[in-house]
């Protein structure tokens, strides 16, 4: 177990491999700039006081849990194949995947499967021991070190792995089982880190950073001008963060109505306005909010 970080600075665990550029852009977007050299696993960032590592998402986990990283992105499925005790402080959405248990078609159409002796081929020996365990499997474990997907059905009867879009289990043949978890890069602290209050100031204000990124990407600025009598219907159909920010125009003919709207709902909300007598409507990009 290492020692408690005594010093002024926070030590940030950042994930190597696949997870890395999301990551990196997340920052980037926050006004945080990273610069690595070469090959090197110390990449420098813009903000003072801030120790940086590359390390693969595992063991970003595993130093986190013993203490020689204060902060850390990884996925929520190591954290959980490593029973590691973290406090989850943001959840990005990035690298979206899922965990399932998965095997070829003549295993998964068989309504007997769950009866049966099966060997389980997985990276996560934890997860699938316990998804062993909930489905009252009879199954013996073996580990990969990787390309699991390729044990079935020779090596293994099904096999436990992530999948973002399912492509890689159907190009090698396999279907979906059963779910074990979802899973996302997530921004994890050792709970010993936040109990220093001036180190969990430091922590509080890059999660405000990031966070603000995050919003920004969920919404969009959309701008509409309505007449006096169009105003409350036009105020009345905005799903904004609060109010609108609303202001006269020139010559007092009519108004401006500013918002922050989800941007899932853009294609539904303007031709809405549209319809409730708003006219030109400008839609431009958000690039943080902090509320």
Known sequence: MSPP???????????KGR???GVFDLLEDAGISVRVSGRGYRPSLSLTDVETKLLKPQNVVEMLHAGSRDIGFAGLDWVHELNADLVELLDTGLDAVRIVAAGPPELVNDPTWR??????ASEYEHLSQRWIEQCGLNARFVRSYGATEVFP??????????TATGSTLRECGLLILDEVMTSSTRLFANPRSL????????IEQFVLLLRSVLE???RTMLEVNVSPQSLDAIVNALPCMREPTISQLH?????AVKAAVPRTLLAQLVPELKRRGGTDIVVSTLNQIVP
């Open 153 to 162: 059905p020779e090596d293994a009867d099904c096999i436990v792995d992530n």
């Open 195 to 202: 109990e220093n209050p001036c180190r969990r100031e430091q």
């Open 115 to 120: 009866e049966k002796p099966l060997v389980v």
């Open 216 to 218: 920004a990407r969920s």
């Open 5 to 15: 970080n005594n010093s002024s600075h926070f030590r940030l665990g950042l994930p």
């Open 251 to 255: 010559g007092n003919c009519g108004y």
């Open 19 to 21: 997870m890395q550029q």
